[in-house]
Nanobody
Framework: QVQLVESGGGLVQAGGSLRLSCAAS????????MGWYRQRPGNQRELVAS?????????ADSVKGRFTISRDRDSIKSTVYLQMSSLKPEDTAVYYC?????????????WGQGTQVTVSS
């Protein structure tokens, strides 16, 4: 099993920056893809960015060139980061970390608790 703890949300002015972190613990050797999703008011949850275990990244068109996803690992946890720059009011959302992992030869996913990002104009 994998447990997630998110941090780093908050209030920022347009044009500012924030860094989100999501620390995964437990069966970290089974983790494959790590990613960030967001849910804006009145909208469905959408992919923001993801990173594979090999380091390949994928971004939503709306954040390309502004957001950067990265990951690292030590002996007890694997962490995924989302560096957000040039933030816009439309980036306001609850951001969720999602981690894919193997468990008993089956692919599974788990979600973080969500962190609020608010960008003021």
């Amino acid at each position: 099993q994998v447990q997630l703890v998110e941090s780093g949300g908050g209030l920022v002015q347009a044009g500012g920056s924030l860094r989100l972190s999501c620390a995964a613990s437990g069966s970290i050797s089974s983790i494959t893809t790590m990613g960030w999703y967001r849910q804006r008011p009145g909208n469905q949850r959408e992919l923001v960015a993801s990173i594979s275990s090999g380091g390949s990244t994928n971004y939503a068109d709306s954040v390309k060139g502004r957001f950067t996803i990265s990951r690292d690992r030590d002996s007890i946890k694997s962490t995924v980061y989302l560096q957000m720059s040039s933030l816009k009011p439309e980036d306001t959302a609850v951001y969720y970390c999602k981690v894919d992992f193997w468990e008993l030869f089956r692919g599974r996913s788990t979600w973080g608790q969500g962190t609020q990002v608010t960008v003021s104009s």
